[in-house]
Nanobody, 122 residues
Framework: QVQLVESGGGLVQAGGSLRLSCAAS????????MGWFRQAPGKEREFVAG????????DYADSVKGRFTISRDNARNTVYLQMNSLKPEDTAVYYCAAHRSPVIRREGYDYWGQGTQVTVSS
């Protein structure tokens, strides 16, 4: 089992920045690939970004590429999502997730956090 707790959400104006953190505990964190997802009201949850177990390889949804950066610190059992140039359409609940595979995936994640709200005002 892996327990995940997100933090860092909040209200920000368009063009601003936020950094989300996800603290992991439980079984070995460094062997899992990690991902961030989001769900806006009335929409399905969507993949935002993923990172391999070693942090070398990352993947991004087209809608956030060039604006968001995923990173991880395996010594601290934490994964981050730096979000710059935020837009109102980025407003959603953001979820951290862990995959049993060390390789990046866009689906099939095994463990999920409770989510943190990000609201971008225009």
């Amino acid at each position: 089992q892996v327990q995940l707790v997100e933090s860092g959400g909040g209200l920000v104006q368009a063009g601003g920045s936020l950094r989300l953190s996800c603290a992991a505990s439980g079984r070995t964190f460094s062997s899992n690939s990690m991902g961030w997802f989001r769900q806006a009201p009335g929409k399905e949850r969507e993949f935002v970004a993923g990172i391999s177990w070693g942090g070398v390889i990352s993947d991004y949804a087209d809608s956030v590429k060039g604006r968001f950066t995923i990173s991880r610190d395996n010594a601290r059992n934490t994964v981050y999502l730096q979000m710059n140039s935020l837009k109102p359409e980025d407003t959603a609940v953001y979820y951290c997730a862990a995959h049993r595979s060390p390789v990046i995936r866009r689906e099939g994640y095994d463990y999920w956090g409770q989510g943190t709200q990000v609201t971008v005002s225009s």
